[in-house]
């Protein structure tokens, strides 16, 4: 190690609530929530400079709306309406990032907080190789508050 210090680049992003799309009830507002999200990827890609790409991820708060499966996981659970689950906005930020799972962190909020949807990021980790992991400590955590 030389002692020299390195820049480390982090994106943080808060409160996704993926699936919020089941309780909008205006067109209006559903095709504002699709052109947030989606603009957000288009941005990223057209506007962030190529030198400056992020070393880590944070995305902190809600991952999901009301903790279904569905917020989590595209399944017959999930609202048609849904622009993106957690699982699908996650594989789009790996792909955009040039990231790997491991340098995702997420924190919770207090939507996540039903044991299923921990077993259910936990499945998503091993299956696509998210840094999803550490939700099951969190959870277990809460139980003894």
């Not at 288009?42 to 190529?50: A, E, I, L, S, T």
């Not at 790409?53 to 595209?74: A, T």
């Not at 699982?87 to 990231?99: C, D, M, N, Q, R």
Request: proline content about 2%; overall charge positive.
């Amino acid at each position: 190690m030389t002692g020299e210090n390195k820049e480390i680049n982090i994106l943080h992003l808060s409160d996704l609530h993926c699936g919020i799309e089941q309780t909008i009830t205006r067109e209006a507002d559903l095709k504002r929530r699709k052109k947030a999200l989606e603009g957000f990827f288009d941005c990223f890609n057209k506007q962030v400079p190529k030198n400056w790409m992020p070393d880590l991820v944070v995305i902190s708060g809600d991952l999901g709306w009301q903790g279904s499966e569905g917020d989590y996981k595209r399944n017959e659970f999930t609202d048609r309406r849904t622009v993106f689950t957690t699982e699908e906005f996650i594989i789009k930020l790996k792909e955009v990032t040039k990231l790997s799972g491991s340098s995702i962190i997420c924190c919770p909020g207090n939507h996540d907080k039903k044991q299923k949807k921990v077993l259910l990021l936990v499945e998503i980790k091993s299956e696509r190789g998210l840094a999803l992991r550490i939700l099951k400590n969190y959870f277990l955590l809460l139980k003894t508050i």
